[in-house]
């Protein structure tokens, strides 16, 4: 699947009218493969058709749009949203309709027109702005996407729903919501990253006849998981092995009142095949562990009067650090001034590879610069309240911006950040950019990304690289997901509960 940036998707078209196929010859693909996607999914012939359309070339590929929908047999009519197309192909385009006598209304001078048709309409074609699209829109586009959002009518959207940033995702106010969007030649992070996401509907992406060669120079930067490239990841575990084949994960974890986070942790690690994993937690609450985590072994450690590990446990960690081949910590370790400076002793001393998640990210906060001196590769593991509260600034606005910021934040301090979400995102430090679309709302528990952290880490144990683990992690914990909601419903399933479907898909490609 090929995920391109708007300048990668200029830069393809330039290449392919190099090779000989016209701009002229693009757009009037581009509208064909739109009106096939609409005919595979609805009968057009005598149906109401209206198509918004801008002055640019996502206009042009309206027009084409109108003039295949009415050759079909669609009562068709064009709104022209800013006035008369301004580009040679699209001036092209609309003269082809006029001569088939489908009228052509402008937004403002025939309103009471429209208002009307709206009344009557089946399918509505959106084909204002496509990946060029930045910032706001503006009056006459926002007032049209309103009346694309409150009509009753299946809503196509072209390349993108008008109002979004192909880049980002960004969504302008009262951007369009489309039941169908067709990308074209490629997806775009738009397609990928919510909120935006939830604007296209379904998506699929149309061939419109550039050649395969003149994508190849593309430096392409934004993938999305697929599960064959992460069983590529996973190796086949050795016939001649021992629990020390599989690595030894210090997980770091648990506080008084916080316990299930350690436990689930430790699962998560453990289904993922790690040969050992030693829990080190507050020595008050080791008890509750040993009686449910019967193959775990247990680091008892120092706590302090709140019932979380106190600094003085950093002598013994750093003995049993020495000895694994992966460390986490965080999960429901608590967040205050010892488990802080915990936190920095491991990330300033870990000579194997690191996860933080949870309170581990909170104490981050306190000192963020601290992950300049890590000694081994470290993946961060936030949900978007502890993303925010390490940039310092509100969950709203990293919501607006999350590609951008992600990036530039793993890039910056050498991580591998793995940002939770629907669609979550994970970015590495050479600035790439991974989306996986597993997982569903039944998700949204507590628990889930204690899980995560322990499969990532797991994965990590076993010498899977730190960004491959990420991918393995968050695809087979959202896949595993799928699977439990599907036999137990979204809101019923518990977290805990998608373990046993993990070992199915372990099972079905023979590791």
Not at 303 to 328: F, H, M, T, V, Y
Request: charged fraction near 20%.
């Amino acid at each position: 699947m090929r995920i391109v940036t708007s300048d990668q998707m200029k830069q393809i078209e330039k290449a392919a009218a190099l090779s000989g196929l016209s701009y002229y010859d693009m757009m009037e693909n581009a509208g064909a493969a739109a009106v096939q996607s609409i005919l595979r999914k609805i009968n057009t012939n005598q149906k109401r058709i209206l198509v918004y359309t801008g002055k640019g070339n996502n206009g042009g590929d309206g027009f084409v749009a109108a003039r295949l929908l009415c050759n079909a047999g669609a009562n068709v009519k064009v709104i022209l949203v800013d006035g008369e197309p301004r580009t040679e192909d699209a001036i092209t385009n609309i003269n082809l309709v006029r001569t088939l006598n489908i009228e052509v209304f402008d937004l403002i001078k025939d309103i009471d027109k429209i208002t009307v048709l709206l009344q009557n309409v089946d399918i509505i074609v959106d084909a204002i702005y496509g990946t060029g699209f930045l910032g706001e829109l503006r009056q006459n586009a926002k007032q049209a996407a309103q009346q694309i959002n409150t009509a009753i009518a299946a809503v196509f959207a072209l390349d993108l729903p008008s109002g979004i940033n192909a880049d980002n995702g960004e969504l302008s106010e009262d951007a369009v919501f489309a039941d169908f969007t067709i990308a074209f030649d490629s997806l775009k992070p738009a397609h990928f990253v919510y909120p935006a996401a939830e604007h296209c509907g379904v998506i699929e992406c149309a061939d419109i006849g550039i050649a395969p060669q003149c994508h190849d120079y593309i430096d392409l930067s934004f993938y999305h998981i697929t599960e064959e490239q992460v069983f590529t990841n996973i190796p086949q575990r050795p016939v001649n092995s021992n629990k020390g084949s599989f690595g030894k994960l210090l997980n770091i974890s648990s506080s008084f009142g916080m316990t299930g986070a350690g436990r689930l942790s430790v699962l998560g690690a453990q289904r993922v095949g790690t040969g050992l994993v030693t829990l080190a937690a507050p020595r008050s609450v080791i008890a509750i562990h040993a009686a449910a985590l019967t193959e775990a072994v247990f680091l008892p450690l120092s706590e302090n009067d709140k019932g979380s590990i106190s600094k003085e446990a950093i002598p013994q960690i750093a003995d049993k650090l020495k000895e694994a081949s992966a460390c986490l910590i965080g999960c429901g370790i608590s967040n205050n001034e010892d488990t802080a400076a915990v936190t920095e002793f491991i990330i300033k001393n870990a000579k194997c590879p690191l996860l933080i998640d949870a309170d581990g990210i909170n104490a981050l906060c306190r000192n963020i610069n601290v992950l300049y001196e890590a000694k081994a590769p470290v993946v961060l593991t936030p949900h978007p309240a502890e993303m925010a509260r390490l940039l310092g600034i509100s969950t709203a606005q990293l919501l607006v911006r999350k590609v951008e910021l992600g990036r530039e934040f793993a890039v910056k301090y050498r991580v591998v950040l793995v940002l939770k979400g629907a669609n979550t995102l994970i970015f590495t430090p050479e600035g790439t950019t991974l989306v996986n679309t597993t997982g569903n709302s039944g998700l949204a528990k507590g628990g889930s990304g204690d899980i995560l952290a322990g499969m990532i880490a797991g994965f990590m144990a076993q010498g899977i690289p730190a960004e491959q683990s990420a991918e393995c992690g968050v695809y087979l914990h959202g896949k595993a997901a799928d699977l439990c909601a599907a036999r137990l419903s979204k809101t019923s399933m518990m977290p805990s509960e998608l373990l046993e479907d993990l070992c199915i898909l372990f099972l079905e490609h023979g590791r």
